[in-house]
């Protein structure tokens, strides 16, 4: 007869999903679509013609190296490369290091 009780007490697998937050659900629920919409990208990508994805991608790519270069954001494992390259290019201070002298001033020091 305990053994009925105790059975009866017993939490489903029911409510076990009840007590669940629903952020979780969100949350789980954002990421499985955000699987399927990668696939589906994925599939869509594969079909354009390759030298427009190289073009596009060489592009997206220099882009986002310059934009490193500039604001000096690259990954740290690239600091190296980009303190050797960076001279060559502006910066993101040097614009305002050069407005702040006055008219006539050379900004470099003798």
């Known amino acids: ?4 009780l105790t059975f009866f007490a017993a939490t489903t697998t ?20 955000a ?18 994805l190289g073009g596009v991608l060489f592009v997206g790519a220099g882009l986002m190296w310059f934009n490193w270069i500039y604001h000096r954001t690259e990954p740290k494992f690239l600091t190296p490369l980009v303190d050797r ?3 060559f290019f ?3 201070g040097a614009y305002e290091t ?3 002298a006055l008219p006539g001033e050379s900004t470099k020091k003798k």
């Open 1 to 4: 007869m305990v053994s009925n």
């Open 14 to 33: 029911l409510d076990k999903l009840q007590n669940i937050p629903k952020e979780f659900w969100l949350k789980a629920g954002g990421a499985i679509l």
């Open 35 to 52: 699987v399927i919409v990668v696939f589906i990208v994925i599939q869509k990508v594969l079909k354009i013609n390759k030298f427009v």
């Open 85 to 87: 390259i960076a001279p």
């Open 90 to 92: 502006p910066s993101a």
């Open 98 to 100: 050069k407005q702040s």
